[in-house]
């Protein structure tokens, strides 16, 4: 069979939304753009942990700092479930943390900035978490297998998390002034970042139209996005809380919520390293490989020791 | 030719040249890669639901317990290294399954009736 | 009930949380994402049998005599005086002072490198694991229901804690020289586990508690059979440091309380 053939065929059964399997003909550069795409993704739960992870030792109740470290874990988790997706595209773990590491991989901006008040991990769970969802639950059905059973699994762990961070604001917007003032602020901060979360326009969006072709990418930027903003500008009103945006209203006409300009150079700032914190994070990532080496190593070592001790004893 | 290379479940590093990447540092280091497979509950088969790493297989059943059944998800772990998964050729997928399609006899509804005649 | 109860629970409650603390600084950090997810778990383990032991705490003492109260008066949370309401878990983790806190030493180290954090873990683990065989027969029923529970989990800790302790003592010269290392500043540490406060011997007499002195010769029986296989050697010395049982603290917990307890001290009786 030519090439072109194999090219349509692999058009069909996509359109035809048959899942693609690892061992299935596929063309390079859908393979490339998932490599790229579902490590860029695990990468952003791994560096997550991060700006939550700042807070664990200082979460203000036990139960608190229960559901938050488990919430952090769960992270973890999603990195490794990704990750092990990408591998079945004959990419390694290794490799992919190798290129995080070295800048040449990219992960969600919104972890470069700063987690400064509790509050921080209401929002977090209820934008950074919701924002993620409105991307996340779309790829479940996403053409490519691993990486739709890998968001299946995300998905269903995820929706604790938004819950968790939205029931987290309630309280605190239900407590004392300063409480509250925490709250708003947190909001004010989180609010435009979550909004970049859905990456730029669709009119300037690099790999959307092929990526929607292929179904790895299921929606548009901007049609997300559109959805984000009329979910939580109804939400925030049960908290008592505003937006950070003068703009931002009812359009009877569209049946949608009309937002303001997104500060567009502070998001393409970010993304290439001129965020608050791109450098604290990645040097974190980098350390915690760095002084894991020798226990990798020495498990391996030992796996090794003990695996010819057994042949020999077999012999 | 670079359109005919195939993946596989666990198959690159040392079987194939990894691909993907121009970082050049090979997973010498890297533990091995398992697959994971999970009964949920007494009396259901084993359901492969995903993989990862681990140095050994002793520790590769604890890291499918940490990472797999956190929220209950299972009562028995089978974990078998991604290398020695062998596994049907997708090109042979017709030659393999279509076959079946027109044996119909084996299926029960093929069997016509009175509708007298219970419980078969 | 008396007074040896609640604080005998304070000092189970203060072990488990402590060391949930430091193996939660962990949590991002871990050597490879699949370990990173078992000492959370871990960690998350430890802290579902701290809450269980300080709400029962909390419980004990809210249902005390106005006497008895007053004969605890050292052992309370200043700030929480001033609540004028029960006392909950969080007023007992967050609110009281580092000499109130009765933890083990051992648990307040600071984490330390992966050789560190395991031995420690597997220290306090193979302990744990004997201590709950113990608790089961309390008279307590909620320290025996809670020794229940938790026995379990403690069992894998020590599962997977051995296991790290013989691949590290048997992996690399470099894994073998760090839990070396590991062990020779851990071990005057673990002595406290066997020297009972003047609460442990009341608890034990009473029936509530266990006779900590008799767990000496198990645990280091599993101690020499987990370091046979790892090819460690328990150090000959046999000074040990104690006093985290009676509240007399190394300079680390101050820190790692500071830092807990931030919030609730910042914003006393306020619901989060």
Redesign the interface.
Known sequence: MPVQNFESHFQEKIDADVRIEPKDWMPEKYRQTLIRQISQHAHSEIVGMLPEGNWISRAPSLKRKQILIAKVQDEAGHGLYLYSAAETLGISRDEMIGQLHSGKAKYSSIFNYPTLTWADMGAIGWLVDGAAIMNQVPLCRTSYGPYSRAMIRVCKEESFHQRQGFESLLVLSRGTPEQRAMVQDAIDRWWWPSLMMFGPHDSESLHSEQSMKWKIKRFSNDELRQRFVDMIAEQVKLLGMTLPDPDLKWNEERSHYDFGKINWEEFWNVVSGNGPCNKQRLDARKKAWDDGAWVREAAKAHAEKRAARNKQQAA | MNYFRKYYYGDYGDKEAPTGGDTGKAAANEWPLWEVFIRSKQGLDHKHVGSLHAADAQMAVENARDVYTRRMEGVSIWVVESKYIHASNPDEAESFYEPAEDKVYRHPTFYDLPDEVNHM | MNKELFIYTLHLADNA?ILA?RN??W????????????I??I??DL??Q??NY?QHAAALYNSLSDHDKNSLEGSLPRPWKSFHRELQ??DL??LRDEHQYRNLLLTELPKG??AFTVLRQFFFSAFQHLFYQELLQSSDPQLAAIAEKSSKEVAYHL??SS?WV???G???E??HR?MQEALADLWMFTGEFFTAAGYEQAAATEGFGVDVLLLREAWLKKVEAVFAEATLEPPKQSWSQSGGKSGQHTEHLGYLLA??Q???RV?PN???
């Open positions: 949380l603390q939660s600084e949590t991002g950090h871990g050597p490879v994402l699949e370990q990173d997810i078992a959370t778990n960690a998350l802290l579902g701290a809450r300080y878990e969080d983790a967050f490198d992966w599962r997977w296991e013989v691949r590290l048997d992996g690399t470099e894994s760090r830092e807990m931030y919030l609730q914003y306020t619901t989060w």
